[in-house]
């Protein structure tokens, strides 16, 4: 009997005993391996293709370029690329950035290591994953469910969100007042069951409700 295939992990951080320390953590494991590492976004970029992780943890801070650009390169050649932003900050903007550019989720270094398995292991099966939620993959049927509930303005404040405009910004480009743009959007993080601005364009995204480069464009 065949024994079942492993996460192949690569790990990006410009800190060898960061790498090395969540290396030691993730191959406690018996289902996880790390493939390789990297300490630099040129290093993720040209190390990607060769190993073909099914799984990136990419710290932001790299020495020769922001986390952003090996994200978004890698998610250009391989569009299926399950990149988690691995971060000290739940900075909402970068994260929101990262995500624009291609990963599909992020999860704080200070997480619990079972937060960080589950999520590991949601990327992998392709799971709707947001900060290493272990419950999220299944609460996913429900979160599509209600996504039909948005209304036309709060779909239309969502597509704005998910472009990383403010409440000024989304309020002069609807037609709204402020106080019903921020109306809006506590009833979209409500419906989408998320905490911040970040995890409700992710949950969107991930759920194919908005498309992040789609709404983008002009």
């Given amino acids: 009997m065949s024994q079942p295939r492993k996460i192949r992990i690569l790990l990006v951080d410009d800190h060898a ?8 953590l ?14 630099t976004a040129r290093e993720a970029i040209d190390i990607y293709p060769q190993i073909n992780p099914d799984v990136v943890l990419m710290d932001l801070n790299l020495p020769d370029a922001d986390g952003t650009v090996a994200i ?7 569009p299926t690329a399950q990149i988690a932003v691995l ?10 950035q990262a995500m624009r550019c291609g990963a599909k989720t992020y999860l704080l270094k200070s997480a619990e290591p079972e937060t960080l398995f589950d999520t590991i292991r949601n990327l992998a099966a392709s799971a709707v994953c947001v900060g290493g939620t272990r419950a999220l993959s299944e609460r996913s049927a429900a979160l599509t469910r209600d996504h039909f509930s948005l209304s036309p303005r709060e779909f239309l404040v969502l597509t ?13 480009a609807l037609f709204m007042s402020v106080n019903t743009v921020k109306t809006h959007v506590r009833s979209v993080l409500a419906k989408l069951d998320a905490k911040s601005r970040t995890a409700a364009v992710a949950h969107a995204v991930r759920l194919g409700i908005i498309g992040i480069r789609d709404s983008e464009a002009d």
Wanted: cysteine-free; overall charge negative; aromatic content about 6%.
């Fill in 87 to 96: 971060t000290m900050y739940d900075n909402e903007e970068r994260l929101l």
């Fill in 17 to 24: 005993v960061v790498r090395q320390g969540f290396a030691a």
């Fill in 72 to 78: 978004q390169t890698i998610a250009e050649r391989n």
């Fill in 160 to 172: 704005q969100v998910a472009q990383g405009k403010s409440n000024d910004e989304i309020a002069s």
């Fill in 26 to 39: 993730l191959r406690l494991q018996p289902d996880f391996v790390i493939a390789g590492h990297a300490a």
